[in-house]
């Protein structure tokens, strides 16, 4: 009797006490096809994934740190509504779920001082690890409520967790590694702020190769309008791709479900 073997099953062989079948199962396309920048795209959900960005407490919750350090987080809620409203039609698709959080160690010890200055500029202790005030968490420490995800979006068992401790999800993550055992080919991207850590992503992302597609409604930033102009025209120009959300979920199927294995 043959039995999978592998990271998931979409990246597995057959196995048994005699004999190796190295064949990857082949999904049925599950083609979507939505009004994007520059060009209308075809998408396959059997080869996308959905990437949620640094939707947690510090940066998305008034009591978190950009609160705490002065900057206006109240634009948070359309971006919130707009990803939860992909969640289940896309997970329904088969289309995995990743959410790609800061958490940093509670030493900082791969943290140079150039990461940590970006976020405390005079060297106050008002940075990474410093307690937050009123719920004392540790900002943007791994494991903390810092690093949970806002409430009014709920991750599923199924989806995947990754931290990270730069502005790209890439560096020093396993993230690629994950994507890779998916067999993702196009990622979709969510999450804040879109000008930096979703920026600096989705670079990454487009120079290992991996199709980028910005949803400009469930993205937000706390960064004046003309850095998100500046994104968008970037990625539009030289990344990927832009659409809505509302773009994407109009093309779903009206019945989706994992999408079948070709033997």
């Not at 950009?66 to 939860?84: E, T, Y």
């Not at 976020?119 to 903390?144: E, F, W």
């Not at 989705?202 to 994104?231: H, I, K, N, R």
Request: negative net charge.
């Amino acid at each position: 009797m043959m039995t999978h073997l592998g990271p998931t099953p979409r990246n597995s062989w057959l196995v048994s006490a005699r004999e190796v079948d190295l064949r990857r199962p082949v999904s049925r396309p599950l083609p979507a096809t939505f009004e994007a920048q520059p060009q209308r795209l075809t998408v396959d959900l059997a080869r996308t994934a959905l990437l949620v960005i640094d939707m947690q407490n510090d940066f998305c919750h008034p009591g978190g740190w950009l609160a705490s350090i002065g900057l206006d987080v109240s634009g948070v809620g359309p971006v919130v509504d707009a990803i939860a409203s992909l969640l289940p039609p896309l997970r329904a698709a088969g289309v995995p779920v990743i959410w790609l959080n800061w958490g940093s160690r509670p030493d900082r010890a791969n943290l140079p001082p150039n990461v940590l200055h970006a976020y405390d500029i005079a060297a106050t202790g008002r940075g990474i690890g410093a307690p937050l005030a009123g719920s004392g968490s540790p900002a943007l420490q791994a494991c903390s409520w810092s690093a949970q995800v806002v409430a009014g979006l709920a991750p599923a068992d199924a989806d995947v967790h990754v931290a990270k401790h730069r502005m790209s999800g890439f560096f020093d993550t396993p993230l690629d590694s994950i994507l890779r055992n998916l067999c993702v080919d196009t990622v979709l991207f969510t999450g804040v702020n879109a000008d930096q850590c979703v920026l600096a992503t989705l670079t990454d992302a487009a120079c290992l190769g991996y199709d980028a597609v910005l949803l400009e409604d469930a993205v937000g930033t706390t960064s004046p309008e003309f850095c998100m102009q500046a994104t968008v025209y970037n990625v539009r120009h030289c990344f990927g791709f832009t659409a809505s959300a509302q773009s994407l979920l109009s093309a779903l199927p009206a019945e989706t479900g994992q999408p079948a294995s070709v033997p």
